[in-house]
C-alpha cells in the first residue's frame, strides 16, 4: 500500500501565496502521474494541476497562471505554487499519485488525506 501524504495548508489573505507538497511512498513503484485535486463544501472534487511521467502538466482554466506544479523525481514530491489566491480557491487540497507496483502493469489510484486551505479577509 503506497502512502501520500501532503503538507503547506492554511490560511491566507486574497491575493496571497501558499506553497503545497506532497511525497508518494511505501514500495517499489513507478509514477504515472501525480496530480493536486480540490473538493470545496458541497461541490465536487476537482483537479487542480497533473503532471505525468515525462513531466508534462495541465491545468484547468480556473489555475492557469496562477498555479503551478512541478516535481523532484528523486524525492517523489510534487509541489503547487499557488499565487493570487482568491476565497473560490479555499477548499481541502487533495494530493493523488497513480502508480504501477514493479512487475505489474496494472495503475493503482491512492489519495492523500487532505490539506485545508483557506483564503479569506
Known amino acids: 500500500q503506497a502512502q501520500v501524504v501532503e503538507s503547506g495548508g492554511g490560511w491566507v489573505k486574497p491575493g496571497g501565496s501558499l506553497n503545497l507538497s506532497c511525497t508518494a511512498s511505501?514500495?517499489?513503484?513507478?509514477?504515472?502521474?501525480l496530480a493536486w485535486y480540490r473538493q470545496a463544501p458541497g461541490n465536487q472534487r476537482e483537479l487542480v494541476a497533473r503532471?505525468?511521467?515525462?513531466?508534462?502538466?495541465n491545468y484547468p482554466d480556473s489555475a492557469k497562471g496562477r498555479f503551478t506544479i512541478s516535481r523532484d523525481y528523486a524525492k517523489n514530491t510534487i509541489y503547487l505554487k499557488m499565487n493570487d489566491l482568491k476565497p473560490e480557491d479555499t477548499a481541502v487540497y487533495y494530493c493523488k499519485a497513480d502508480i504501477k507496483w514493479v512487475g505489474s502493469t496494472t495503475v493503482h489510484g491512492y489519495w492523500g488525506q487532505g490539506t485545508q486551505v483557506t483564503v479569506s479577509s
Open positions: 511505501g514500495g517499489d513503484f513507478s509514477i504515472v502521474t
Open positions: 503532471i505525468n511521467s515525462v513531466n508534462t502538466t
